[in-house]
């Protein structure tokens, strides 16, 4: 069981998201929480195994991923070498067990997921 200070961090991070969302993507506040709150969800369940989830696309389509950010299940070779190019308060970085590869996509564009 999560003590409350682990909570107050997770309750805190969450809070500190959706500010985000409200302030860069002009999101109502209700519409930020509730994106927030599925994201930490998503991210939750990306360390527990494979997760289906469907998110925005810069050009405007949807996208349906299956992904992953659990390190032991991936298959040989997933794990390159390299720099981290993306902000990780602003992008969820994931495995994309279709195409192989290691993806992400802007928190704020997250539709539903599984």
Known sequence: MATNIEMSKQMR????????????NNMSMSDALKCAWANAKLHYLMREGYVSFTFIKKDGSMRDAKGTTRLDILPNGALKGGMRTTDPKRFQVY????????????????????
Do not use: E, H, P, T
């Open 95 to 114: 495995y994309d067990d279709g195409k192989k590869d290691w993806r992400c996509f802007d928190r704020s564009r997250l539709v539903k997921i599984g």
């Open 13 to 24: 991070s969450i809070m500190n998201l959706a500010w985000q969302f409200v302030k860069k």
